[in-house]
């Protein structure tokens, strides 16, 4: 596949799992909103890391065309 067009698809593919995880993460917000603030803290801190790991292939195919290294 063509890199410029693998950039575009890898793009459009990182904006919908980013869209996806905010949305699975907002769903939880009526339980989280319950608990004292520093649990919600550690709740969206860590929701605000963990997307990076599916993202990692994602990435990873839009520089090198290959899902595993």
Request: no cysteine.
């Amino acid at each position: 596949m063509d890199p410029a067009l693998r950039s575009v698809l890898g793009m459009l593919l990182l904006l919908a799992l980013i869209a996806v995880w905010a949305i699975i993460v907002a769903s939880f917000s009526g339980l989280v909103g319950q608990l004292a603030w520093p649990l919600q803290a550690v709740f969206y801190l860590l929701a605000g890391i963990v997307w990076v790991l599916p993202a990692k292939p994602v990435m990873r195919w839009t520089v090198t065309g290959r899902w595993r290294a």
